[in-house]
């Protein structure tokens, strides 16, 4: 029973304030319309209000000798209560209206939020049979009980909830010797104890501004759920007046790392972030202008001296509050702040532009890693850590590889969902490279061959078998030839990279072309050649006259090379 009658009551309540909403005319405008000589009829088709309406309004005018030029200084609300006075209801006879003293009061506690005291206040009304105010008249009271009283700088932070970072806007010097280097200061404070943290940096780009948040994590000893910072465009690409903020991906995936929400202030709205505001103005006395008076001769050392300096800031006595910065950070704060990962983040090393190769591969290191073949010719970026690449297209990830050592060489991983189809292969498949091999020359096919059965798939090996063979367009196949027979003999699986250095060799001692015998098909192999000595190369011409053989001619292009 005691159910139905609350209900019954919530039910009227509503009733009435709808029967408000929906009846609450624009009076002034049909009065606007009768003066201007509309009829009723016309009144009402014009505006999409009832003719009940528009009789009743021209009735309590004329009863009451109400005309336009007499409410002509009124707004449309006093207008609206002169024809309808019973309908005016106090918001206090129909809502049970919070205490925003003890809603300001539970705000300081740990965890609660406008949220759940809402919810709290509105299941204890509704139980006592009273209707609740909605939640945005709920948070939009709240905001004006905060500026008519003007608590907002007494508002207390809870500990461990959020931490504020910024740049010091002064910087310090060292001098290398020859001129004075600037160094830039970032500043990190948890509000509730402003136990705070300084690092002294050489730039501000995105990198160390990453770091600093890695090292200023570890120096807190935990994580605060909510980071404020300013907009930076090393941390936030957009913050527009409505919609949403566009975080730097890097930022943001720290963010996700450490499991705490990056929220960038409101531009031009230095309250937001008003702790580390003064501590910015803090550390500008303590530390910039207490050593001003001394000449640092390395990053280093001033970064030493910001330590000590940073120390003494956090162990100085408040004057106004009980105990200092580092005990208040450890007896209260430490306790309330998230844990850190077992690892600390990792900052990604990025490459940007990175051109997909006609083997759905691309290259970063020296080493290979697909793509979908569908995406080859085009730029993707590469971000990568210590154990692992991943490749964005147009912010997308795409692929996700372990990284090989950066001492690796050529090097595939390949995912086989990655390759072409059979009917969809790039242009030149592994037959028609075996092919233009052969034609070239037999120690150019061993080469071709090699470069095949050193990789998992086939397409592994279009890109190092065409960068050997195109050598043979831009030297010949002559030159080509002899280069592969003098890599076969030193590398068991020879590349572009040895090829290249040998051909610009020979090309260079075989500029005249006459001087170059006809190749013997009778050729000895490597290991059976005599070497010839320093003499041999004073006498060339005569040897050729003599019909030295090629071979003997090669090998000791070979010897000259070694030496």
Not at 65 to 92: H, Q, T
Not at 479 to 487: D, F, G, K, N, P
Request: hydrophobic share 35%.
């Amino acid at each position: 029973m005691a159910f139905l009658s609350t209900f019954s009551v919530v039910c009227m309540c509503i009733l009435t304030i709808k029967e408000i909403k929906m009846n609450k005319l624009n009076v002034k405008l049909v009065l606007e319309l009768k003066e201007a000589g509309l009829n009723r009829t016309e009144i009402a088709k014009s505006r999409h209000i009832s003719r009940k309406d528009v009789n009743f309004i021209f009735k309590v005018a004329n009863e009451k000798k109400i005309s336009l030029a007499s409410v002509a200084n009124k707004s449309e609300d006093e207008i609206y209560w002169m024809f309808y006075p019973g309908r005016r209801i106090p918001a206090e006879q129909i809502y049970a209206l919070p205490n925003y003293e003890w809603v300001h009061l539970e705000l300081k506690k740990v965890g609660v939020t406008l949220k759940l005291l809402w919810e709290e206040y509105s299941a204890e009304e509704i139980s006592k049979g009273n209707i609740p105010v909605k939640y945005t008249k709920f948070c939009n009271d709240y905001s004006d009980f905060i500026n008519k009283c003007e608590l907002v700088s007494h508002i207390e932070h809870k500990p461990g909830y959020e931490c504020e970072v910024d740049w010091a806007g002064k910087t310090m010097y060292f001098n290398n010797g020859s001129k004075n280097i600037p160094v830039y200061l970032f500043v990190g404070t948890l509000p509730y104890s402003r136990y705070s943290y300084v690092e002294a940096t050489l730039d501000m780009k995105q990198d160390t501004w990453l770091r600093c948040h890695v090292n200023m994590y570890a120096f807190f000893k935990g994580v605060p759920r909510r980071t404020i910072c300013d907009n930076l465009k090393t941390g936030v690409i957009k913050h527009p007046h409505e919609g949403d903020v566009v975080l730097n991906e890097a930022y943001e995936a720290l963010g996700y790392y450490y499991n705490t929400a990056i929220l960038p202030a409101r531009v031009r709205r230095p309250r937001d972030k008003a702790t580390a505001e003064g501590v910015v103005g803090d550390i500008t006395t303590s530390i910039i202008a207490k050593c001003r008076n001394m000449n640092f001769l390395s990053l280093a050392q001033l970064q030493d001296a910001v330590k000590v300096k940073l120390n003494e800031y956090n162990d100085t006595p408040f004057q106004k509050r009980e105990g200092t910065r580092t005990s208040i950070w450890k007896e209260v704060e430490q306790l309330s702040l998230q844990n850190l990962p077992i690892v600390p983040y990792e900052i990604p090393e990025r490459k940007l532009n990175v051109k997909v190769c006609p083997d759905s591969h691309i290259v970063f290191k020296n080493n290979h890693y697909s793509v979908s073949y569908r995406l080859r010719g085009e730029f993707v970026t590469v971000s990568a850590t210590s154990t692992t690449v991943k490749i964005y297209f147009q912010n997308e990830l795409i692929a996700s590889h372990p990284r090989f050592a950066d001492t690796d060489r050529n090097k595939y991983s390949t995912h086989k969902e990655d390759l072409p189809p059979e009917l969809n292969k790039p242009r030149f498949d592994k037959q028609r490279l075996i092919d233009w091999a052969s034609n070239t020359g037999p120690n150019t096919l061993k080469v071709v061959e090699k470069i095949f059965d050193s990789v998992s798939f086939e397409e592994q090996g279009y890109n190092s078998a065409l960068s050997v063979l195109n050598l043979s367009s831009k030297y010949g196949k002559n030159l080509l030839e002899r280069a592969c027979s003098i890599a076969l003999s030193r590398v068991s699986t020879p590349r572009y990279g040895q090829l290249n250095p040998i051909i610009k060799s020979l090309e260079g001692k075989s500029a005249n072309n006459d001087l170059m015998p006809p190749q013997d098909k009778t050729q000895p192999s490597d290991s059976d050649v005599h070497l010839r000595g320093a003499d041999y190369y004073k006498n060339l011409i005569e040897s050729q006259q003599n019909n030295v053989n090629e071979g003997n001619s090669t090998l000791s292009d070979e010897e000259q090379l070694n030496g």
